[in-house]
């Protein structure tokens, strides 16, 4: 089996394991880690050679971009100071807390070293948080302080890495050197995420096409994080402040088929390099088992000390850091989203799964120091780092689906239906408004507005046809069947309409071109 084919494999498995893992009740980047480990454990399978500096480059900018997606920069706002906790302190502490542990357990392991192994296993994996906490049916407050987390963290924690990684590769350090670095780094960041984003969202109107538009957010993560890294800013910060501005700024509310399609595409998007991203790190056992060399058992010690210390840390800083939060939201009636309960923070504690930064990291630790000399135990960082990403993947992301149904956390869905109600009010009323406006200055038959005043009650009701009294309620039930089934009629005819042109693709004489873009007229007036 050569490399191609092993790609193959892995978005073959990206796709096979969505479906797999509902029917399993398991989430999809596990089953994809566990087909990695089968995968590096057979013979045949040859060793990835994905050059360790382009797996953030190529992985991270398309994944944060995704998550992004699914949220807002209200909701960041909101839980600025659980996330901070979370995202900033929490990835101090964990690093302090391994880099103490491991350079006492770890003969000939430098103090900088050590805190460089801290780094890339103190951040929570966003990619891993977002596809396993979001598929179990979270407090809607949850996923959103796990999203900022693992959003967020990556940028603390690489930061923190590259200053260890700088200090013992040149043997010099300077703290203030390094708070300069952090800041220096956010502010460029934001900076030329703030900047891509306003060119994007300008260039988005020149486009206008949504095909163009679509492939135009596909570079957009990848521009922003290349740019970010040149001007020795956080790429992952700068890909999530140009995601965040693009998503507070969308051109045109109207632009229905754009909208759908960039959804669409950007789901088909996550699933693949997800997967891809997962299968890798189950697949870079090979490189860890050949990095032991006859002292597993050693090594397997060192790294169960650390992920106890890891997932320890996160325990014992979630207790205080909840209670806090909540004293400041009933002192000062703060709008932000915190756990609730004790059950929520146990469930916050067993989502911080170790992922794919944490690869990618421990990955790119260079080989020698600037002298020469070998990279102190670089062999046995890369091999704690894997049983830290092991453990919690595979261990927490198998049980946490076990934990959440045991310990009854579920959404609040009488607050999602009453918000799903309320917009449906305001839809209803928004197009009503607009019609007595139309109505004001123009002469409208009478039949005519009649039908819009229905098609304006309408609006709310299909999305909640509880914003409707009960008899209004059963009449337009009645009138709902008696649309489905014009509806479904209309299907059918459209149905053979498309057969018809499609056919005529194999005829003699017929040009593709036009066939297409007939079809391409048909469908969009399906999907309207």
């Not at 900076?191 to 492939?215: E, I, R």
């Not at 944490?358 to 894997?386: M, Q, Y």
Request: with cysteine.
């Amino acid at each position: 089996m050569d490399q191609l084919a092993l790609l193959v494999l892995l978005l073959l498995g990206a796709v096979l394991t969505v479906p797999l893992g509902d029917r399993l009740k398991l989430p999809a980047p596990v089953l994809m880690t566990l087909i990695g480990i089968v995968l590096a454990l057979l013979p045949f399978v040859p060793n990835v050679s994905v050059p360790p500096e382009y797996i953030l480059p190529l992985v991270l900018p398309p994944l944060l971009y995704a998550s992004v997606q699914r949220t807002s920069w209200r909701q960041f706002a909101a839980n600025r100071r659980p996330i901070f906790l979370l995202a900033v302190a929490l990835v101090f502490v964990t690093t302090a807390a391994v880099a103490a542990v491991a350079s006492s357990i770890v003969p000939g392991l430098p103090i900088a070293a050590a805190i460089a192994l801290g780094a890339l296993v103190a951040p929570p994996d966003p990619v891993a948080a977002t596809a396993v906490a979001g598929a179990l049916g979270l407090p809607r407050r949850l996923v959103s302080i796990l999203e900022g987390e693992g959003l967020f963290n990556d940028v603390t924690a690489i930061v923190l890495y590259h200053v260890a990684i700088a200090a013992s590769v040149t043997g010099t350090f300077s703290w203030q050197g390094a708070v300069g670095e952090f800041f220096l780094s956010a502010v460029v960041a934001v900076a030329v995420g703030l900047a891509l984003g306003w060119v994007t969202n300008k260039l988005m109107s020149f486009l206008g096409d949504a095909t163009l538009q679509t492939s135009m957010t596909l570079l957009v993560p990848f521009v922003s994080y290349v740019l970010a890294e040149e001007l020795h800013g956080s790429g992952v910060l700068a890909v999530l402040t140009t995601a965040l501005f693009l998503a507070e700024n969308a051109l045109d509310a109207d632009d229905v088929l754009g909208r759908i399609t960039g959804q669409t595409f950007w789901k088909i998007v996550d699933t693949l390099v997800t997967g891809i991203a997962f299968g890798l790190i189950g697949l870079e056992l090979h490189s860890v088992i050949g990095a032991a060399r006859g002292r597993e058992l050693t090594l397997l010690g060192w790294g169960l000390a650390v992920v106890v210390v890891v997932v320890g840390v996160r325990l014992l800083w979630l207790l205080p850091a909840t209670w806090f939060a909540k004293r400041l939201h009933s002192q000062r009636d703060l709008d932000e989203e915190i756990p609730t309960s004790w059950r929520e923070t146990v469930v916050m504690w067993w989502s911080g799964m170790r992922g794919v930064a944490s690869v990618a990291l421990a990955l790119a630790i260079p080989f020698k120091k600037d002298d020469g000399t070998p990279f102190p135990a670089r062999d046995e960082i890369i091999f704690i780092a894997f049983c830290v990403i092991m453990a919690t993947l595979v261990v927490q992301g198998l049980t946490l689906p076990w934990l959440v149904r045991k310990l009854g956390v579920r959404a609040d869905t009488g607050a999602e239906q009453q918000l799903e109600h309320d917009l449906a009010v305001r839809a209803a009323k928004a197009a009503r408004r607009k019609l007595r406006e139309i109505e004001a200055v123009e002469d409208l038959p009478e039949d005519i507005s009649e039908r819009l005043q229905r098609g304006a009650m309408d609006i709310g009701a299909r999305i909640s046809p509880d914003v409707m009294d009960d008899e209004r309620r059963e009449w337009f039930t009645k009138r709902a069947t008696r649309i489905k089934a014009y509806q479904r009629v209309q299907r059918e005819m459209m149905s053979a309409a498309r057969h018809e042109v499609l056919a005529a693709r194999s005829e003699s004489g017929s040009d593709p071109e036009v066939v297409d873009r007939v079809l391409r007229q048909l469908d969009v007036r399906s999907l309207r």
